[in-house]
Structures are given as C-alpha cells and as structure tokens.
Nanobody, 123 residues
Framework: QVHLTESGGGRVQPGGSLTLACTAS????????VGWFRQAPGKEREYVAR????????YYADSVKDHFTIARNNEKNTVFLQMNFLYPEDSAVYYC????????????????WGQGTQVTVSS
C-alpha cells in the first residue's frame, strides 16, 4: 500500500522560510515523479512545483519559481520543498502527490496523494 506523508508545515511570519518534506512508502520511489500542490480556503487546488523521478528535472509555477526550491533524496524516499520569502498569499494546505512516469502540473494525473500539511504566513 502506498503512503505519502507531508511534514514541516506551520506558522511563519511574512518573509520567513519553511521546508516541507514528503516521505513515501510502498512504491519504487525513483520511478515516481512528485508534485507539490496547495489549496487555500475557498480556492481550487493549485500546482506549485514538480520533480522528475531521478531529480534531474524541476519545474515551478510562476508564482513561486523565484523563492521555492524542490529537491529529492531517493535513498530516503523523500521530496523537499524549500520555501523562502513567504507571503500571506502562500498560506494554504500543501499536498504532495506521486505519479509513475513523467511529472505533470495537472493534479488529476497523479495517482497517490498525501493528507496535506498546513502552512500559515501571518504576522
């Protein structure tokens, strides 16, 4: 059974940083691309960033590309999302998702999802 677990969320002041982690089990991790998505109250789920299975290719939404970094450690079955210079509009529940094959910015393309971790940016 496949499980994805997000961690690292919390409350941070504007301009601060957080690093989220997504740890997977039950799958051959290197075969799976991973994406991060987020959903704020009253809004649709939004694509944030994605990374290929071998970590060679990374892509970002325009809104975060200058201050978020995605990376992975396949030996630890973990993908990280380093978030710097956080703004209140970055507040959301952040989800990681995995799909077998190429990464995608299309949420329905992902087969497995975590439960999410809350990020709140507020003074």
């Amino acid at each position: 059974q496949v499980h994805l677990t997000e961690s690292g969320g919390g409350r941070v002041q504007p301009g601060g940083s957080l690093t989220l982690a997504c740890t997977a089990s039950g799958l051959r991790f290197r075969d799976y691309a991973v994406g991060w998505f987020r959903q704020a109250p009253g809004k649709e789920r939004e694509y944030v960033a994605r990374i290929s299975g071998n970590g060679e290719f990374t892509y970002y939404a325009d809104s975060v590309k200058d201050h978020f970094t995605i990376a992975r450690n396949n030996e630890k079955n973990t993908v990280f999302l380093q978030m710097n210079f956080l703004y209140p509009e970055d507040s959301a529940v952040y989800y990681c998702a995995a799909r077998n094959g190429q990464s995608s910015n299309y949420a329905p393309a992902y087969q497995f999802w975590g439960q999410g971790t809350q990020v709140t940016v507020s003074s």
